[in-house]
T-cell receptor, first 112, second 115 residues
Framework: AQSVTQLGSHVSVSEGALVLLRCNYS??????LFWYVQYPNQGLQLLLK??????LVKGINGFEAEFKKSETSFHLTKPSAHMSDAAEYFC??????????FGTGTSLTVIP | DAGVTQSPTHLIKTRGQQVTLRCSPI?????VSWYQQVLGQGPQFIFQ???????GRGNFPDRFSARQFPNYSSELNVNALLLGDSALYLC??????????????FGPGTRLTVL
């Protein structure tokens, strides 16, 4: 069975500081991994995805994530937080099927 | 180009009623998926349709049903509403059947409140 765990339901960082949002997954086969961002009263927007190949994935808005199979992790990072990064972030996993499994989300607050 | 559109934006129903939510995918997209997002939780997969056929179903009771039309738009129906059905219902479209391989584009959602 697939599952996603996002450590930390709320994360606060200062503007310009490193952003690190944690995601661990469980999957019986090599997974497809995704990070989505959700702004208030909006749908989800894809930040980045890992399917195969390079384990360091770069996404939009300066975000990147690294797939670490040995740690079953797919943490999201951004070197320097911007006020506009404040949002809800969801990690998701899929096993080459038609179902996505989302984590419970991490709310990112950026402090000026 | 228009993104995924959903209607209505907000909906208030009472327990036991039935509700129909609508979704129009991005032009050219043939796959539509539905998700339920309860406040404070991540989206939960309900259904996926591709070329009018059901391709995936999440762990939801039979009160939930959906269909896809020839123009690839979709409806989600929920019968005998319960208080626990209150949530944001998200629709996502994709260009192919295997959503794992293809980016899903999400609509803004329909906020359903059951009183």
């Amino acid at each position: 069975a697939q599952s996603v765990t996002q450590l930390g339901s709320h994360v606060s960082v200062s503007e310009g500081a490193l952003v690190l949002l944690r995601c661990n997954y469980s999957s019986s086969v090599p997974p497809y991994l995704f990070w989505y961002v959700q702004y208030p009263n909006q749908g989800l927007q894809l930040l980045l995805k890992y399917t195969t190949g390079a384990t360091l994935v770069k996404g939009i808005n300066g975000f990147e994530a690294e797939f670490k199979k040995s740690e079953t992790s797919f943490h999201l990072t951004k070197p320097s937080a911007h006020m506009s990064d404040a949002a809800e972030y969801f990690c998701a996993v899929s096993e080459a099927g038609n179902q996505f499994y989302f984590g419970t989300g991490t709310s990112l607050t950026v402090i000026p | 180009d228009a993104g995924v559109t959903q209607s209505p934006t907000h909906l208030i129903k009472t327990r036991g009623q039935q509700v129909t939510l609508r979704c129009s995918p991005i032009s050219g997209h043939k796959s539509v998926s539905w998700y339920q997002q309860v406040l404070g939780q991540g989206p939960q997969f309900i259904f996926q349709y591709y070329e009018k056929e059901e391709r995936g179903r999440g762990n939801f009771p039979d009160r939930f049903s959906a269909r896809q039309f020839p123009n690839y738009s979709s409806e989600l129906n929920v019968n005998a509403l319960l208080l626990g059905d209150s949530a944001l219902y998200l629709c996502a479209s994709s260009s192919a059947s295997g959503v794992s391989y293809n980016e899903q584009f999400f609509g803004p959602g329909t906020r359903l409140t059951v009183l």
